[in-house]
């Protein structure tokens, strides 16, 4: 069930001056924006928020008229938030796409069941169509079993790379090219921080674009939030009073993208500037001619018609990433399904059951 | 004396057994004029209300609410008010709304 923040019963009836909004000098400021310290009002804020994220999409020509658009909608702030605002600019600027609500099961128990509950219910909420895709379906795996088989240190790399690939299986089932999904400025500059941390210089000069496409991929990815403050997605949130889910996933945040995080959250503190700051450097850095020509045989010699051998994907390589995970994943189930049992012991349900059987079988 | 309503949004209350809504009656010194800021209530917090002492840093941090829980006054951004200066007003509804964690 979704309980809304309560409204304030204490109406200040007595403003100074300098407690109004700096856009309409009208009504009491109640946000200090982070990007240029403006002091504004809630309708002000609610104005310029969507203002511009109309004009990223807009200047980037993110959306052609009659686009079917999947929102990856994991019920949390920034995706709830963005089902919400695309929604409502597509209506008040008639963009003419189609939205689409997208959902990947990942199969954790506590955390993934809980909201997908939000999705659904913001599925009701917006009126938008609602399309779940499971890790158990795709993959015969689900999140906890691979924790329970890899350990939790891995855990992002392969929730990661399997879900990467669920939303473009998903989104090719359903027939569509392009996936909007939540990144927010905070992600961004959290990304650029730690590609330049660990060296990462190709992924430097990617990792700032608004919309991409994995090699082999006919499934464009956009970040229409990239501008966007997580404080301000998360004040439009309380003040829109939206239901979205709250609570960080069970296997914990991969250790350096969340110090990545705290040392960038310090930084804001003293100047809440240096998110955007950080993209615009970003944006700006350029490569060395060779990795950039190196980038560019490698968008050129990219070859629609290869597919994973395994599962059909399209992949650059023989066998697709997930494939590859998902096989190493196999070969250690197995291991530890055996090394577990104990002789003498009863027999436990499972592959491992299969394998003692074959293993006896004399002919 | 003071009556304040105190909110743990954005998956805070996991702090707070689970609770979103506190409702609050604060004194200072035992005195029923002295004012009570929202310094005092974040000390109130900190001491009464966070069950397990080893979650005081999820809400604290360096002495101050952490940097990435928003702290509204009233709806509006304690940045504005004087932060932990503030003075508490019967009906105040002071929520603390967390950011940090997957969107």
């Known amino acids: ?363 | 004396m003071v009556n304040v309503k105190v909110e743990f949004l954005g998956g805070l209350d996991a702090i707070f057994k689970k609770q979103r809504v506190h409702k609050l009656t604060l004194k200072k010194n035992n005195s029923d004029d002295e004012p009570v800021t929202v310094g005092d209530l974040i000390d109130y917090i900190v001491e009464n209300m966070i069950e397990d002492k080893n979650d005081v840093e999820v809400f604290l941090q360096n002495g101050t609410v952490r940097a990435g829980i928003l702290t509204l006054i009233n709806d509006t951004d304690w940045e504005l008010e004087g932060e932990k200066e503030y003075e508490l007003e019967d009906g105040d509804i002071i929520s603390f709304t967390s950011t940090l964690h997957g969107g």
């Open chain 1, 1 to 363: 069930m979704f309980t809304a923040p309560s409204d304030p019963v204490n109406v200040r009836k007595e403003l100074k001056v300098t407690q109004l909004c700096e856009l309409c000098h009208s009504r009491k400021a109640i946000i200090r924006r982070p990007k240029n310290l403006q002091k504004i009002c809630k309708l002000c804020f609610f104005h310029v928020f969507e203002t511009e994220i109309h004009e990223t999409i807009v200047s980037n020509d993110l959306f052609y008229r009659g686009e079917r658009v999947a929102v990856g909608a994991s019920g949390g702030k920034d995706s709830t938030v963005l089902a919400y605002v695309l929604k409502l600019l597509n209506e008040r600027h008639d963009y003419g796409i189609e939205i689409v609500l997208l959902s990947i099961d990942e199969g954790i128990v506590g955390y993934r069941d809980d909201s997908l509950a939000t999705v659904k219910r913001n599925q009701q909420q917006y009126q938008l169509p609602l399309e779940i895709f499971s890790y158990q379906d795709l993959y015969d795996w689900t999140m906890d079993d691979i924790v329970e088989t890899a350990g939790i240190r891995n855990s992002c790399t392969y929730c990661g790379v399997l879900r990467r690939q669920a939303l473009d299986r998903g989104a090719a089932k359903l027939e569509i090219k392009h996936v909007v999904t939540g990144h927010n400025a905070d992600d961004m500059a959290e990304t650029v921080l730690m590609n330049i941390l660990r060296g990462d210089v190709a992924r430097l000069e990617k990792s700032t674009s608004i919309m991409t496409s994995s090699t082999g991929s006919p499934i464009k990815r956009s970040k229409p939030f990239k501008y966007c403050y997580q404080k301000e997605i998360v004040l439009y949130a309380h003040y829109k009073k939206l239901d979205y889910f709250s609570t960080e996933c069970t296997y914990a945040p991969e250790a350096f993208r969340g110090t990545a995080r705290e040392l960038m959250k310090n930084f804001e503190a003293i100047r809440p500037s240096c998110i955007i700051d950080i993209i615009a450097s970003g944006e700006s850095f350029v490569l060395k001619q060779k990795m950039g020509k190196q980038n560019k045989k490698k968008i050129i010699t990219y070859n629609d018609g290869n597919r994973c051998e395994r599962c059909g994907y399209l992949s650059s390589n023989k066998i697709c990433k997930a494939c590859m995970l998902l096989e190493g994943l196999e070969k250690s189930r197995a291991q530890i399904k055996i090394q577990v049992q104990v002789p003498g012991e009863p027999q436990q349900e499972g592959p491992a059951k299969v394998l003692r059987t074959l293993e006896r079988l004399t002919f």
